[in-house]
């Protein structure tokens, strides 16, 4: 009985951290880090406290906000050298930045959801900011989110619906039935559209990048404002797309690989 305690006390703080990473650059108050882990509040004012006591959390005591914490930091330096592959992915991402003029963004696969890790924007001035580094999104949102989700073996998404529910949040566009519909559309084109979906006027188009196994770990993305993703402008951009997640799968794949070079 012990352990099934442990377990469940790791899984809320586990929960916590996660919800804090996609509001830590503002912050978050103890009340948004409970509605968006649905636990009661002062169960998580409880857990941040004793997070705070270990450097894992930080609390600004003049706004009440909570950030991640110096500990979490010197442990992420540490394990950056076996997990990050974001020095090969930032010359993908400034390419596409630098070719298209929209922010580009490279993003990881992490449990259920997509995490934005890279951003960079190109030269157009008018820009969404749906997508930021941190950001965290099911799968199924967000064109990273759905590039992923299409690409998964049809067993893993099949479980993946039919217990997860997303309209709830995200609206009736993110029902199963119209997620297929645009997972059958991404499978087609190699690249998904999310057409404004998350915040009206705001698209996104993303291709995978798959790891040895042939599965999408990540994925890179281009958004911007509506004029700029037009039916004529997507297959131009879904090009680019494709050839740099093809570029940087293989590199990611190749033992001592390094960052890949210019087109």
């Known amino acids: 009985m012990r352990e099934v305690s442990n377990a469940h006390l790791v899984g809320r703080v586990g929960g916590v951290l996660r919800a804090l990473s996609a509001r830590n650059d503002s912050g978050a108050l103890t009340a948004e880090l ?31 906000r909570w950030f991640l914490g110096p500990e979490l930091y010197l442990l992420g330096q540490t394990a950056g050298s076996r997990y990050d592959v974001t020095h090969h992915a930032r010359a993908s991402v400034h390419r596409l930045a630098e070719a298209t003029g929209e922010s580009a963004f490279f993003s990881a696969l992490r ?40 690409f998964l073996d049809d ?19 993110h029902s199963p039935d119209d997620i297929r519909a645009r997972i059958e559309r991404t499978r087609r084109d190699g690249y998904a559209v999310n057409p404004g979906l998350v915040v009206e006027g705001s698209w996104g188009m993303a291709a995978a990048v798959f790891d040895p196994a042939g599965r999408p770990s990540w994925a890179l993305t281009l958004t911007g404002i509506e004029t700029r993703f037009t039916p004529e ?20 794949n190749t033992p001592n690989a390094k960052p890949a070079q210019g087109r």
């Open 155 to 173: 067993a893993e998404i099949d479980s993946y619906l039919d217990r997860t529910d997303l309209t709830r949040r995200w609206g009736q566009a």
């Open 34 to 64: 409970a509605r968006d882990t649905d636990l009661p509040r002062p169960t998580v004012h409880r857990l941040l406290t004793s997070l705070a006591e270990e450097g894992f959390v930080d609390r600004d005591q003049s706004t009440g």
């Open 233 to 252: 402008r997507q297959p131009e951009l879904g090009a680019l797309l494709l050839h740099e997640a093809h570029v940087l799968s293989q590199h990611l």
């Open 111 to 150: 449990g259920e959801e997509t995490v934005c890790l890279i951003r960079e924007d190109g030269d157009f001035p008018i820009r969404s900011f749906v997508l930021y580094q941190g950001a965290r999104f099911p799968l199924g949102v967000v064109s990273a989110g759905l590039v992923t989700l299409a």
